[in-house]
């Protein structure tokens, strides 16, 4: 069974940084992407990155230019690299992968981890 568990959130200050880690265990069966969601207070889940299988990126128009997603495969590793951070990033970040299902395809979700961005 699959299991992701995000790591590396915290409070930071506006213009800082963090990276946030996903751990991988179990099999990626027929994984189409691997991205990262956030959701902050009272708003809708938002997708902010998207790794495809083909290696290419995608991004939430917001955060264009101060994020950047990657992947270890080595260390079944998904990392999402957050620059000059403000506030309206303040959200649970959660790690996802989907997949190709009979018909429609399904996703896999981890627990989230909180970034907080304020001085």
């Known amino acids: 069974q699959l299991q992701l568990v995000e790591s590396g959130g915290g409070l930071v200050q506006p213009g800082g940084s963090l990276r946030l880690s996903c751990s991988i265990s179990?099999?990626?069966?027929?994984?189409?992407?691997l991205n990262w969601y956030r959701q902050a207070p009272n708003k809708e889940r938002e997708l902010v990155a998207t790794l495809n299988t083909g290696g290419g990126r995608k991004y939430a128009d917001s955060v264009k230019g101060r994020f950047a997603i990657s992947r270890d495969t080595v260390r079944r590793m998904l990392f999402l690299q957050m620059d000059n951070l403000n506030p309206e990033d303040t959200a649970v970040y959660y790690c996802?992968?989907?997949?190709?299902?009979?018909?429609?395809?399904?996703?896999?979700w981890g627990q989230g981890t909180q970034v907080t961005v304020s001085s």
């Open positions: 179990g099999e990626l069966f027929r994984v189409i992407s």
């Open positions: 996802n992968t989907r997949h190709l299902g009979i018909g429609t395809p399904y996703d896999n």
